[in-house]
């Protein structure tokens, strides 16, 4: 059975920080595949999705980038097809019931694995499914994964660099007038 990583997100925009994140599941991790799964609304972030936003345009911006990069790397649009609200345990479920030769693994930071008790049915989603966490400044990754390992499948710790650009901090830059190029892909 091969191994896949999903590693989730709106990449709003894509940055330095995720290549590096999909760099180092490529490199220096077991998984026989990497896979950026392109969520275009985060029902977390519902509401906070500036106006003249364009996933459509951001999917193709990453897929070129990964191919320049020449990163054995997938991009997926599954979840524009899938029903609203687009939760993770379904796109999860999703997906391990069309590929029923894929082991799925969720990559995720840190901060996530923390807050994750927001997200739709969590337990579920941790007792099915192995989580790989990344990293994240101000988040103790170890503390985190106590909280929730006597209950999930599995939690593996990256021993990844600490990458600290966040999109976040990205599109405060710009919108202060800020040169950002250097953290964008």
Avoid at 44 to 61: C, T, V, W, Y
Avoid at 90 to 97: C, K, N, Q, Y
Avoid at 116 to 140: A, S
């Amino acid at each position: 059975m091969r191994t896949c990583g999903l590693y989730f997100g709106s990449f709003n925009p894509f940055h330095i920080g995720h290549l590096a994140i999909v760099n180092y599941l490529v490199s220096f991790t077991e998984l026989d595949e990497v896979r950026i799964v392109f969520s275009p609304l985060n029902p977390l972030k519902e509401g906070k999705i500036p106006a003249g936003d364009r996933p459509a345009e951001r999917l193709k911006h990453i897929r070129k980038v990964l191919q320049n990069r020449k990163l054995p790397v997938t991009v997926s649009n599954i979840e524009f097809s899938l029903p609203k609200p687009l939760y993770t345990i379904h796109t999860l479920r999703h997906l391990s019931d069309i590929e029923r030769n894929v082991q799925f693994v969720l990559v995720m930071g840190a901060d996530q694995l923390r807050d994750i008790e927001q997200w739709h049915q969590w337990e579920d989603l941790l007792k099915e499914y192995t989580l790989y966490v990344y990293p994240r400044y101000g988040v103790d990754s170890a503390a985190v994964r106590e909280k929730y390992i006597s209950t999930a499948k599995e939690i593996v710790l990256l021993d990844a660099p600490l990458v600290t650009v966040s999109s976040t901090y990205i599109r405060e830059g710009l919108a202060a007038g800020k040169n950002m190029n250097g953290f964008l892909v």
